[in-house]
């Protein structure tokens, strides 16, 4: 996904009461369905529609379906363009002459190390989010690394990042006020994966099979665990970093344009009003009636703060990649360090 987010043009429908879940529960054949999605539609990123309910404070996710390739691939059109609304709606009939709920509850999509801080994603998150308030975001990543387990993270927009849309105000005296940063345009909701009764019971038979045929292993298999190649994972967020770093200076030298226009306009405001002011005094000691000293709002124009709705994706998405390599860069440094202690380096 590019980092390049125009801000928002339109002015789309908003939530109209806030969210009583918290938290995400996803049937197990959900999960598999999306990460078979995402694993055929490698390397291109897939994304689909969640049917559920919500029971009390839960959003139970029980079904899922994603979009044919040639509607996923045409990333800038959303889940609003016309094929994908009359595709959902015929899916939409064919689910509910089987008995299958109905109710959409968000939609789902695969990324590459955690790419989300997009326009797209928040565009569709709160065209649903004004549909149902407990719609979520499920996000699966692609490149995550298979023994850290599935990276399936859950995410809604926050209250401070929809009121900042309402208002359609996203300059910097703005967030300040309502104390909107990167860090609180989504909310993240606990994920927990529930399998049927029946499922459960043939994995724990597995499990008891499995753990009967087990067999010990020599010492000798576990040097594999102090290999320290660079990760390909590392690399890529590293990669990452860069373009998104790329992506945060062109928007801060849009800023500190900005700034400096601001600052000769201010200038030569101050020396405008101290010319008046002393235009003034002497119309004054000469009996002469003041001049108006506001007159420079009809003769100088301020320049128009530029949005910070980029900045904010741009610095968000520089937090997702740093704090990735913190996260997967433990274990590599474990493994320096143990490296270093044995050669005596």
């Known amino acids: 996904m590019s980092n390049a987010n125009p801000a928002p043009t339109q002015a789309p429908k908003f939530p109209t009461a806030p969210a009583t879940t918290t938290e995400v529960e996803i049937d197990s054949s959900v999960v598999l369905k999306i990460i078979k999605a995402a694993?055929?539609?490698?390397?291109?990123?897939?994304?689909?529609?969640?049917?559920?309910?919500?029971?009390?404070?839960?959003?139970?996710v029980t079904h899922a379906f994603s979009y044919p390739a040639s509607?996923?691939?045409?990333?800038?059109?959303?889940?609003?363009?016309?094929?994908?609304?009359?595709?959902?709606?015929?899916?939409?009939?064919?689910?509910?002459a089987v008995n299958v709920d109905v109710n959409t509850i968000g939609y789902f999509a695969s990324t590459a190390l955690g790419r989300y801080f997009h326009s797209t994603v928040i565009d569709n998150l709160?065209?649903?989010?004004?549909?149902?308030?407990?719609?979520?975001?499920?996000?699966?990543?692609?490149?995550?690394?298979?023994?850290?387990?599935?990276?399936?993270?859950?995410y809604r927009l926050s209250e401070a990042f929809i009121q900042a849309r309402k208002e359609g105000s996203f300059s910097t005296e703005y967030l300040q006020k309502v104390d909107l940063t990167y860090r609180n345009i989504f909310d993240e909701l606990p994920v927990s994966i529930k399998n049927s009764h029946l499922v459960t019971l043939f994995l724990q038979t597995l499990e008891k099979k499995n753990a009967s045929q087990t067999h010990p292993t020599s010492l000798a298999s576990n040097f594999d665990k102090f290999d320290i190649s660079i990760d390909s994972y590392l690399e890529r967020n590293i990669e990452g970093i860069f373009n998104s770093i790329d992506g945060f200076h062109t928007d801060q030298g849009s800023y500190n344009w900005y700034q400096r226009q601001m600052a000769r306009e201010k200038l030569k405001i101050k020396q405008w009003q101290h010319k008046r002011a002393l235009e003034n005094s002497a119309r004054v000691a000469?009996?002469?009636?003041?001049?108006?000293?506001?007159?420079?709002?009809?003769?100088?124009?301020?320049?128009?703060?530029?949005s910070r709705y980029d900045n904010l994706l741009i610095s968000g998405?520089?937090?997702?990649?740093?704090?990735?390599?913190?996260?997967?860069?433990a274990n590599v440094n474990t493994k320096l360090f143990a490296t270093q202690k044995s050669l005596n380096i």
């Open 286 to 306: 000469s009996g002469k009636d003041p001049l108006p000293e506001d007159e420079w709002k009809t003769l100088f124009k301020l320049p128009e703060e530029p």
């Open 39 to 60: 694993s055929d539609g490698f390397p291109s990123f897939v994304s689909g529609q969640l049917l559920g309910v919500d029971l009390e404070n839960v959003l139970n």
């Open 71 to 96: 509607i996923k691939d045409n990333e800038s059109a959303g889940i609003r363009s016309k094929s994908i609304v009359k595709y959902q709606n015929d899916i939409l009939s064919h689910l509910k």
């Open 317 to 329: 998405q520089t937090d997702k990649f740093c704090s990735q390599i913190e996260d997967f860069g």
């Open 126 to 154: 709160l065209h649903l989010q004004a549909a149902n308030p407990n719609a979520v975001f499920l996000l699966y990543d692609n490149a995550h690394p298979t023994e850290s387990g599935i990276s399936l993270k859950a």
